[in-house]
């Protein structure tokens, strides 16, 4: 069986980044899926100065392993300041300093939402552009846009957008599903 790592680029605990890879995963099937929340690869904010001390954290390397374990990643990118949270951005350049393949060409779902009418699109840019340097495979890519008017109950209430990121999600299985 496939399996799934899905995560949000966020710390939050109401994520709605992280409501968005659930049902993204919620659409997948015959396929093993784990979540993975952030908060549990916190890290030092990184310097060079610190990496030189103490080298890179554990954490950094657990979370590599876990996209090498993955048949396929589903994440979805919070937005803060135009950009990626301060939390996902220091994580993530950790994991680049052990190697900067992080992601180990492993086929990608690339989502973002926010609460604005731009649906961190700025963010999704940057990953778009950034992430395949660090070894995504990006298949396909959603934002969903005003969050809060958009989405109850696990699923994407406009038929057009809901259609939209389906078809982003079949895009996604099927490229899994051929390698
Ligand atoms: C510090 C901060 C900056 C933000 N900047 C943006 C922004 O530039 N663009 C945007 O669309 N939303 C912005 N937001 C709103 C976030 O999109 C919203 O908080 C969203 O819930 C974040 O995703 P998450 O719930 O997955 O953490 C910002 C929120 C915070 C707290």
Known sequence: MKKII???????STSI???LVAAACSHLHDVSIEILDLNDYEMPIFSVDQEKKDGHPQEAHDLRAKFMEADGIVCSM???????????KNIF????R???????????LLLSTS??????????????GYFPKAGANIIATFSLPKFNDHFKDGRILDSELDQTFKTA??????AMNEQ
């Open 6 to 12: 899905g995560f949000a680029g966020s710390t939050s």
């Open 17 to 19: 980044n992280k409501q």
């Open 78 to 88: 919070a937005e803060h300041n135009r950009t990626y949270t301060a939390a996902f």
């Open 93 to 96: 350049d950790w994991c680049t």
């Open 98 to 108: 052990v190697d900067l393949n992080v992601f180990q060409e492993r086929p990608m």
């Open 115 to 128: 609460t604005g009418g731009f649906g961190g699109g700025n963010v999704m840019q940057a990953a778009k």
């Open 169 to 174: 999600i079949e895009e996604f299985a099927k």
